[in-house]
């Protein structure tokens, strides 16, 4: 299927990624390329597979993952924000949003 | 003694980087410091003061966590993973993070924004990838074992590409929690070296259910270097035929048939086994990988950590500035490509119908593990290609990984084994994959191989 621009333009909006105007050119055919290598899984009758849950191992899913509902030490506000780009006052600062 | 091999390693690191960019922090130090308390402590781990190094994805309190990428800035995560808790607690001394693809999305450690890896066999060569500076970094001696990432087969192929032992665990055996996500349902930790023992030791160690990640699992962990017998005999070695035909360098046929002669020789019995699907990996991975990897990656946005754009107006505008500034070329085309795959109108064709393949080929495993213990296949189509050559081709890069990615998505685990060197002098690899949980089968055929043909060459940049 052939991809153009206001294709990847759409995606690109979507993804909260802003491209340049070399890169609008060369992913949308790079794009075409592999989109249409992937359709080759359209030779396959998949009728009445159930798609897979993520490699999961019956083990796995065995597993119980419930625990008791204690209190465990977390980073705490001066630790997580320590690594932020513009902390203030306790919160993470961003641009307005309107 | 602890304090003597931790210092070969930080000065071995320190003096082999400028060639080979193999690590992007060396933690001289932090490093010498805990060897030196381990020392003293007399501290009876069973890893006491053995040196490290740990994939730059991998979150190790302290040290830097760049995952190969602009965007995490220099972000430095206030907590270890799990694995690095467990190998600390050994004793294990962690002397730096190596370098990888961006955020472990590529076969060759071009993608990284620190400048590739050089292999040790030839520095014109890639050392594969994505866990490129682990492998590199083993291969030339500067660490016995060293941690890595596969999504796709990042830890296989790059230890094939430089001649060491590489170890992929079964999907939940070892802890995801403080690896920094690429594709959940895909990513495993895993193991280098230069000795199956080394990999044993290791893997007993990290694996485990964690209480951080539900997806690992509560399989009990038993000891692997019980695994190392030496005998071999009777085991069931699969030999998938049709996976040796078209696209497979000759030298790397023959090297891995003789593998297979081998091991029939220390008295396993081969069988003709049958992955009918395995033709479609690619196809599969490309579109759950990608996909996975849109919605992880979206937690990179300039709020929390690392680098943010800047003189951007509004959120929106930030948001796309940061991640446009912040992200590398191939890394943007997997996020373009995953979000494609789930748009309204595309999820059912691409992502609804990779789901079901990857049943089909999930099937494949379990059928032919019905008739044999392990599968034998190349880890990797070729041998070291040179640095540039298939940069500028995503699709002829993305074939590097059709022996290894099938296990990602069945969840089984793989490991890759050195068995010679090529004409050229470039190491080769093979492949053992097998059922859910056989690790120690798999350690003890990768470890009665080595016994049989160990593999004693070494790279002309080498720490001895």
Redesign the interface.
């Known amino acids: 299927m052939p ?1 153009d621009q206001s ?2 333009e759409k ?2 909006h ?7 105007e070399a ?1 609008l050119k060369t ?1 949308g055919p ?2 075409a ?3 249409n ?2 359709e ?3 030779e ?1 009758d ?1 009728a009445g ?4 849950l ?7 899913e ?4 419930s ?1 008791n509902d204690e209190l465990i030490s977390s ?1 705490g506000q001066q ?2 924000l ?5 902390p203030a006052g306790g919160h ?1 600062r ?5 | 003694m602890s304090l003597q091999t931790v210092e070969f390693s930080l000065a071995a690191a320190e003096k082999l980087n400028e060639t080979l960019n193999a690590f992007l922090e060396i933690d001289r130090e932090g490093a010498s410091q805990r060897a030196a308390e381990i020392e003293k402590s007399g501290n009876a781990g069973q890893l006491a003061g053995i040196p490290i190094a740990v994939k730059d994805n991998i979150c190790v309190r302290g040290l830097q966590a760049s995952c190969g990428s602009k965007i995490l ?1 220099d ?2 995560p ?2 270890n993973a799990t694995v690095i808790e467990r190998l600390t607690n050994a004793g294990a001394v962690v002397i730096g993070k190596t370098n990888c693809d961006e955020f472990a999305m590529g076969s060759s450690n071009e993608n990284s924004a620190f400048g590739p890896v050089r292999n040790p066999w030839d520095t014109t060569r890639v050392s594969g990838g994505s866990s490129g500076g682990s492998a590199a970094a083993v291969a030339a001696g500067i660490v016995p074992v060293a941690l890595g990432s596969d999504t796709g087969g990042s830890v296989r192929q790059p230890a094939s590409l430089c001649g060491v032992i590489g170890l992929k665990p ?3 055996r070892t802890s995801r929690y403080g690896l920094v996500a690429f594709a ?3 990513d495993q930790i895993g193991i280098l070296a230069r000795e199956a023992e080394d990999v044993a030791r290791f893997l007993g160690v990290i694996a485990g ?1 964690d ?1 951080f990640d ?6 009990p962990v038993p000891d692997y270097t019980a695994a190392l017998t030496g005998d071999i005999k009777g085991a069931r070695l699969g030999f998938p035929r049709a996976l040796f035909g078209k696209g497979l360098d000759d030298e790397v046929r023959r090297s891995v048939e003789s593998v297979v002669d081998v091991y029939r020789e220390l008295g396993a019995e081969i069988v003709d086994v049958a992955l009918p ?1 395995a033709g ?1 990996a ?3 991975y ?2 759950i990988a990608t996909a996975e990897a ?1 919605s992880n990656l ?1 937690r990179f ?8 754009a800047e003189d ?10 940061t ?2 500034e912040g ?1 590398g ?1 191939e890394v ?2 997997r ?3 995953g ?3 789930l ?1 309204a109108g595309y999820y059912d064709a ?1 992502y ?9 080929i ?1 099937n494949d495993f379990l059928k032919a593990f019905e008739s044999c213990d392990a599968i034998v296949t190349p880890t990797s189509p070729t041998p070291a290609f040179g640095i540039g050559e298939k940069v500028d081709d ?2 002829a890069m ?1 074939l590097n990984d059709i022996y290894t990615v099938t296990a ?4 089984v685990p793989g490991i890759s084994m050195p068995c010679g060197l090529s004409s050229e002098r470039l190491p080769i690899g093979f492949q053992l994959l097998g059922p ?2 056989s690790e120690p089968a798999l350690l003890r055929l990768a470890h009665g191989y080595e016994q049989a043909r160990p593999f004693t060459e070494r790279p002309p940049v080498s720490a001895s």
């Open positions: 991809i294709d990847i995606v690109a979507l993804a909260h990624l802003e491209l340049g890169e992913f790079q794009m390329q592999i989109v290598y992937v080759q899984l359209n396959l998949t597979v159930e798609p897979a993520g490699g999961l191992t019956p083990e796995c065995r597993t119980d993952s625990r980073l630790i997580a320590a690594e932020a780009p513009d993470f961003v641009p307005k949003v309107l | 800035g972000y430095h206030p907590y079964t999907y939940g959940s349902s895909l259910r209480r539900s997806t690992t699992a509560g399989v699907h479609y690619i196809a599969v490309y579109v849109s979206a946005d300039g709020v929390r950590y690392g680098f943010r951007a107006r509004e959120l929106r505008q930030m948001y796309q500035k991640r446009a992200f070329p943007k085309r996020i373009m490509l979000t494609y795959v748009s691409y609804r119908k990779a789901q079901q393949v990857r049943t089909l999930k995503p699709l993305y990602n998505l069945a969840g859910y949980w």
